[in-house]
């Protein structure tokens, strides 16, 4: 087993990891945003217990959808084809799972300011990530040109 196969065995793990994170993390959500809200009213600041939970709880699916999408990709990487349309596909679908997730926290942006740092990380790795889709594309139309050229 090489480097590539390792990593690529690396990665297949952690996102497995994560998946089982955020299966724990909606479990125990209410519980965390409970303990932040008190501290939030301690402060004498109003109550964000139930817009912060909505926002995590409509984060979700976002975040699974980009992980079924990594799996598919790194299932693709695992049988040498890193250069196929269902790639480009996945690739497509993150970038939208992390413009999704832009949209959903705007909301508790406006509630809670420093929201605006998670706004902005997701929207520069959508962004990053519509960039590399446009890479493979372009590398696949000059794969299919080689393939027909003899």
């Given amino acids: 087993m090489n480097g590539k196969d390792k990593s690529v065995l690396l990665t297949s793990g952690l996102v497995k990891v994560v998946y089982v994170l955020v299966a724990v993390c909606c479990v125990i959500a209410p519980f965390l945003v409970r303990y932040y809200d008190s501290l939030v009213v301690a402060s004498g600041q109003e109550s964000v217990f139930l817009p912060v939970l909505i926002t995590l709880y409509c984060a979700v699916p976002f975040a699974v959808a980009a992980l079924i999408c990594l799996d598919v990709l790194l299932r693709n990487i695992r049988m040498e084809q890193p250069f196929v349309a269902q790639n480009v596909t996945m690739l497509r679908i993150i970038s939208y799972c992390c413009f999704g997730e832009v949209l959903v926290f705007v909301y508790l ?13 997701c929207a520069f790795m959508g962004l990053i990530l519509r960039v590399v889709k446009n890479v493979f594309e372009q590398a696949i139309k000059i794969r299919e040109e080689n393939d027909f050229t003899i």
Avoid: I, N, Q, Y
Avoid at 109 to 121: E, S
């Fill in 109 to 121: 942006a406006v509630l809670k300011p420093f929201t605006v740092v998670v706004l902005v990380a």
